[in-house]
């Protein structure tokens, strides 16, 4: 099955700093990868995601960026802002199945 | 909006006791999920189920049950509560297929539960 390792663990910033958020992969037939985001006392909810036929996909102030050779992908955020202090979960299918296995979280803490 | 209902935000439950946890989704979706929360370990799977009275076990299936008897609810069931189950329980949801097609999955708001 996938093994999905996510860092950092934690990651404090100032506000208006940059973050960024790392997974790697084990199953080279994954080709899907979601980010999730999860605010305290809520479920995770889907910020972005990308495929693996594309090397980056940017929202606003967030972008993903994705090494199939490498395996790994990584969430950007630029320009933090407090309002963006949450859990971060990466995830990635194994080669044929709906299942996720999601990172352990990024717990990522913007101070203002 | 999909919605993802959760009927219990928190509970607190003595040891031995049987819990049932429910879930429902509003969105026609065809897999639902439950996963477990714990600070340090992420989401892991308990158990899901791609139709109506068919389950699968996830990574952690030891001390659950689960039941899908309408397409729109799943719940989960402890027979016997222990203290190691005291956690946040996530119930999920998501259209059929692949995760490969973009299927998101959404998430509820969580159950909090504690064993005493």
């Known amino acids: 099955g996938e093994n999905v390792e996510q860092h950092p663990s934690t990651l404090s910033v100032q506000e208006g700093d940059s973050a960024v958020i790392k997974c790697t992969y084990s199953?080279?037939?994954?080709?899907?990868f979601p980010w999730y985001k999860q605010e305290l006392g809520k479920g995770p909810q889907l910020i972005i995601d990308?495929?693996?036929?594309?090397g980056e996909k940017k929202d606003q102030r967030i972008a993903v960026t994705l090494n199939k050779t490498a395996k790994h992908f990584s969430l950007h955020i630029t320009e933090t802002q407090p309002e963006d202090s949450a859990v971060y979960f990466c995830?990635?299918?194994?080669?044929?199945?709906?299942?996720?296995?999601f990172g352990r979280g990024t717990s990522l803490i913007v101070h203002p | 909006d999909v919605k993802v209902t959760q009927s219990s935000r928190y509970l607190v439950k003595r040891t031995g006791e049987k819990v049932f946890l429910e879930c429902v989704q509003d969105?026609?979706?065809?897999?639902m999920f439950w996963y477990r929360q714990d600070p340090g370990l992420g989401l892991r799977l308990i158990y899901f189920?791609?139709?109506?009275?068919?389950?699968e076990k996830g990574d952690i299936p030891e001390g659950y049950s689960v039941s899908r008897e309408k397409k729109e609810r799943f719940s989960l069931i402890l027979e016997s509560a222990s203290t190691n189950q005291t956690s946040m329980y996530l119930c999920?949801?998501?259209?059929?297929?692949?995760?490969?097609?973009?299927?998101?999955?959404?998430f509820g708001e969580g159950s909090w539960l504690t064993v005493v």
């Open positions: 999920a949801s998501s259209f059929a297929g692949t995760v490969h097609s973009g299927n998101t999955i959404y």
């Open positions: 969105m026609d979706h065809e897999n």
């Open positions: 995830a990635a299918p194994s080669g044929g199945s709906y299942i996720p296995t």
């Open positions: 990308i495929r693996s036929n594309v």
């Open positions: 189920s791609y139709d109506v009275k068919m389950k």
């Open positions: 199953d080279s037939a994954s080709n899907y």
